[in-house]
């Protein structure tokens, strides 16, 4: 059974660039859309956006001009950038296999904003 | 962006009772291929979120078979016949037809 894990600093400070990686295990990353969802401190959930295998990518027009992914089929690790973050940014990332549907997710990892 | 209403916000249940949450979309799910892609999660206290259904009415592998869910165009349920104390927890819709993807606000499933 595939296994997602976030990894990346817990604290960001506003203006900079939350960085995280997402290392996938137990399953081929080939072949597979792979998105990043968050859920904010009142348990809202928002969708990112998705990155393919091939590289390819579709973002939320909400995050468009701060959000790059990138994927490295080598190492079966996926990135997210988001530049120029807020308070509005702190949450918990999840990695999730897009498979139909969301269809694993990471155990997620808190990032907050703050100075 | 499609919009997902979920009903009621939070739902006490009965151990053994049935329960059944409603999601209605601002806009049709059905995609061009003519799949509807409305799917349930259900996240556990301290868990990440797991996918219960999709498709409308496809249950994931190792799901019980007291969840179901139905539903067609912009209506929708998720129904569980009868609630086990594992069922606790909050349950969230989710659109795949348009970007981007939307999620409903939650469920909050709770025992009496």
């Known amino acids: 059974q595939v296994q997602l894990q976030e990894s990346g600093p817990g604290l960001v400070k506003p203006s900079e660039t939350l960085s995280l990686t997402c290392t996938v295990s137990g399953g081929s990353i080939s072949g597979y859309y792979w998105s990043w969802v968050r859920q904010f401190p009142g348990k809202e959930l928002e969708w990112i956006g998705y990155?393919?295998?091939?590289?390819?990518?579709n973002y939320n027009p909400s995050l468009k001009s701060r959000l790059t992914m990138s994927i490295d089929t080598s190492k079966d690790q996926l990135s997210l950038e988001l530049r120029s973050v807020t308070a509005a940014d702190t949450a918990v990332y999840f990695c999730v296999r897009d498979y139909f549907g969301l269809d694993s997710w990471g155990q997620g990892t808190l990032v907050t904003v703050a100075s | 962006d499609v919009v997902l209403t979920q009903s009621p916000l939070s739902l006490p249940v009965t151990l053994g009772q049935p329960a059944s949450i409603s999601c209605r979309s601002s806009?049709?799910?059905?995609?061009?291929?003519?799949?509807?892609?409305l799917n349930w999660f259900l996240q556990r206290p301290g868990q990440s979120p797991r996918r219960l259904i999709y498709q409308v009415s496809e249950r994931d592998s190792g799901v019980p078979d007291r969840f179901s869910g139905s539903g067609s165009g912009t209506d929708f349920t998720l129904k569980i016949s009868r609630v086990e104390a594992e069922d606790v927890g909050i349950y969230y819709c989710m659109q795949g037809a348009q970007w981007p993807r939307t999620f409903g606000p939650g469920t909050k499933v709770d025992i009496k």
């Open positions: 990155i393919y295998y091939s590289g390819s990518t």
């Open positions: 806009e049709s799910l059905v995609y061009s291929d003519g799949i509807t892609y």
